[in-house]
């Protein structure tokens, strides 16, 4: 839906293993607001566009939403 992009006034932090070390998971959150947030990898990058969505919005948003093709991969950013 939106190919792995954050949405809009989110940022993004790298989490790191205890020890040093990329763990591989991101911590999304929102710029003004950074105690709304949510963790995970890149595929819940998508997830953040909800931040700045009404319920009715995303709910729209995801069941209007075309089927996922093949080619929809090629746009997420490569992983660390």
């Known amino acids: 839906m939106w190919h792995g992009t954050v949405g809009p006034g989110v940022a993004v932090e790298k989490l790191t293993?205890?020890?040093?070390?990329?763990?591989?998971?991101?911590?999304?959150?929102?710029?003004e607001d950074p105690d709304t947030w949510i963790e995970g990898g890149?595929?819940?990058?998508?997830?953040?566009?909800g931040f700045a969505?009404?319920?009715?919005?995303?709910?729209?948003?995801?069941?209007t939403h075309p089927?996922?093709?093949?080619?929809?991969?090629?746009?997420w950013p490569p992983r660390d």
């Open 17 to 31: 293993r205890p020890g040093g070390g990329f763990s591989g998971k991101y911590r999304f959150f929102l710029r």
């Open 42 to 49: 890149m595929v819940d990058a998508t997830l953040t566009h």
């Open 67 to 75: 089927a996922v093709v093949s080619s929809d991969t090629t746009a």
């Open 53 to 63: 969505m009404t319920f009715a919005q995303w709910v729209t948003a995801t069941i």
